[in-house]
């Protein structure tokens, strides 16, 4: 063979040999870049019968893959443009102008203007003023609100355009709903047209209603690409190698009291009970490390200072200990007059129950009668209540519209304003926080850019699925 | 009561005690027979209950050594060897492998008796398990577990897993409940009942399980529980082996008691490690059968005495017309026999002794007329004896006189003239004075033989009583004699149908032989009572009284103990009395007076209408 016929053979050979090296490694090197296609399969526990966000009920996470706010929330819980590109108030924070973006249409092809903003602002907050003009809408509240734009935030106010008879949604976000079967199941195709761009996934399938158990069969048989993992079962899925994403502390699990202390002795019982509950105990072995003790109502990653609810001298459940026990003792020793409590919870839920019979044992401990009831009006109950916001002031007047107490007041959006009226909440000794839970999903290895958010949401918009051919 | 009432009750009253000893006597066989088959049913029903109880405790060993040699418990039981160990992630397991192994109660408890996990009370980690320290026998055993619906009783087991010089326990076992007891196999009319003794000191109605307990009332099973919780029976030897459980103790269900309860219930104390008294086993036995049995006993019964009623009915009147017709008709002839009716008789209708009985009284009867015709001859041929000799007597008396004085006019006459009519002037009165006392005696004769026959009127006998007393006032006073004292005893409230004359004759004929009874002094005494059918009058004096000779011939004519009597008057008295259908009787001492009691009939009937009450 000609020694050129040599060198072009061996040139030959390098080129394909470099050819193939590069076809070996491109399959890796494409794994590690999103892509168009697929299809995400959900499994959830909840089973919304209706996807209008303004309703209860309804997955923040499900939400905003259809809708979307005025305005988003970072990671820090500040407020970013998202419908809106800028506000401004006035009036001591009570008249308000979003300026709405532009370029953008809801799924039905409809334009989103200032008058569709308006009518869906006004649907899920009749007490507002708001009014539309040209690319602004102005919402005029009954006091000052310098939290609005936060509020604007939360998934009932997302910017939804409902058909005349109600019965069709329309929302701006990445994907649009394809079928939907109330409270078991949900389709979604990618909104080709969404103003951000087109998200990766093709459609999601969202299975509703699922429990724990048949979520994970799911994720194992490979029926589901993300599924929940309640918090109980965050260490356990890990110790098996599921890759399981966890959010903050958010969700917050209390004791809450129907009515105010009727008198002196009640308040001395009630914070006897806050001492003697063993919440360590309780985070380390029911929920398996799965939350954090906390004697505040806002988690200290959202207001920075829970740990000071915490500490002696305030009744507030803590971790337990000898002393404490002694001081729930002594507490209810001043009690003189005592009658034996009801303690309600969800039967459903298999922790919850476990969590208050631990409840009714340190309780007995401190010479506290408590009575376990899953139906009916107890005296108090065992609540979980999940995050609506990552703005601290937001979440505060969200649970003290959840549990019934009055609205704080703060003068302004500081943390010590915001300090003094968590107290004032606290110091009422009609709840007492228990622990604050963590979000987790649990997903398939070819699920990327799941990221939760810290307030134990997820979004779908920017997830991409590897080993799917688009 | 007659005759035939009382052979009708002796009838009756033989029939009802021969059912009544004949029921009592079946009953006592019958209950006797039931509460031997009944006992024999419980005591194989406890033996049952202590072979199943026994087998479920074996059962429930086995699996709890089943579950200490599972990898779970040896991967706790290296857990817990750990200096500083994590028992949060063994939680659920006790709950997971006790739904495997079919047990209620599963508790992993490490050798501090701190529990790692558990399935009945899972919240229960961390806490400490008493029962562990010291750990108890590897038998079963019953014992009182806490969960959060309260006390439960259950039959454990125990068993430890070695890891390195630590160990870990495994408690666990099954609720003895519904389930438990409609594992027994009972016999019909038998049912087995569990009391859980979670409150040592009170009945709880809510701890009562049944088999099927859809008819269960608690409060029938309060009593037999309460007793066996004071009695708490205790055996020698520690429980060590399930179903050796207390002594039985009987009792009955619900409010009755004996033979009227519902049912025999033996209650059989189940006790726990320490003896105390964890539960109570009921083992309830139906007596319907026997409630039925001694129905149909008594049923019978009564059945049996009602037909031995009406047979001792119609056997007693069968009796009585067998039996006492006669002898009624034996008893109305004798009745008139006694009233005067001589003749009667009793017919004679059978060959018995009940008609031999009549053909004597027949008999006797007609020897009795027989002899009273003879009598009443001899009486009569008597009596004229005794009035002639009476008569002769007193007749002898002045016709010797008459004789003597004739016999002297004779001779006087003999002796001249003069003589004879110096004797003729004496023997002339003398002669006049005999005669007049013939005439007397004749007088006195025909005037007793004149008695006339009563007239009778209404008369009052205290009035007639002081009528006499005051004709014969003179006498009481005692004109040259002491007085006599006059006591009058008068309560004859009644009038009678009497003759007054001759009732005043009577009565002063006795006062004037009272008073001439008691010359010196004394007390007259008159006593008169009445009733409705009768009166009676006594006339008692203080004299010397009368001899027994003389009371019995005192009322017979023409004796006398007085000088100078005619002994006519107290027969005279007699007369009267027995005409008015009366009877007169003394009763004398010598020296303690004499007392003559006069009984009269009140013979009412034989007033005639509308007749006044006359008194003389």
Redesign the interface.
Known sequence: MKPCNLLLLAANSLLWLGVWSGVATMPALAESRPHYGGTLRVAMKEAPQTLDPAAAGVPASISRMIFETLVALDERGRPQPLLATLWQSDLGNQRWRFFIRGGVSFSDGSPLDSVAVAASLHNSNPQWKVSAAADMVMIETESADPDLPAELALERNSIVRRSASGGKLSGTGPFVIAQWDAGKHVSLTANEQYWAGRPFLDSVQLDLGKNDHDQMLSLDLAKADVVEVAPESI??ERAENRMVMTSEPVELMALFFAHDPSSEDETHARNALALSI?TA?VN???L??GGEPSGALLPNWISGYAFVFSAAGYAAAGNTTAESMDRARQERAQAKHVLAWTLGFDASDAVAR?????V??NARDAGITLQ?ISGGSPDLRLVRIPPSSSDPHVVLAELAKVLQLPQPHCENDSTADLYSAEKVLLQSHRVIPLLHLRSAVAQRSNVHDLNPLPDGTWSASNVWLSGEKP | MSLRRRLLALFALTVFVSVAAVTGIVSAMARSAFDRANDQRTAALVAQFRREFARRGDEVSRKIQAVAATSESSRIALAAARPAPD???F?DDAQTIAETQQLDFLEFVDDQGTIISSSQ???????KEPLVTPIPSADPFLKEEET?AGPALGLFAIRTVPAGDRKLCVIGGIHLDKTFLASLELPAGMRVLLYENLDRNNFLPDHLIGAADSTIDPQEFAPLIRQVQQTNVQQSNAQKSVGEAGAVIHGNANSNSGDDADETVNAIPLTGESNQLLGVLLVASSRQIYTELSGQIRSAALLAAAVGLVMAVLLSSWAAARVTRPVEELAHAAREIAGGNWNAQVKSTSRDEIGQLADSFNHMTRDLLDQRDRLVQAERVAAWRELARRLAHELKNPLFPLQLTVENLLRAREQGQQQFDETFQESASTLLAEISHLKTIVGRFSEFSRMPQPQFQAVDLDQLAGVVVKLHKAQLSGVGRPPIEIRLELSAAEPIAADPELLHRALSNLVLNAIEAMPDDGTLTLRTCSSRDSAAIEVSDTGNGLSQEDCARLFTPYYTSKVGGTGLGLAIVQSIVSDHGGRISVNSEPGQGTTFMIELPANRDKLPTNTPKENP
């Open positions: 260490h356990r063993d105990a380390n072995v029911v398996q490390g476990v969590i208050a019979e631990r009714l044992l376990l | 028992y949060s992630v939680l009370w899972p919240a229960k980690f961390g806490y959060p």
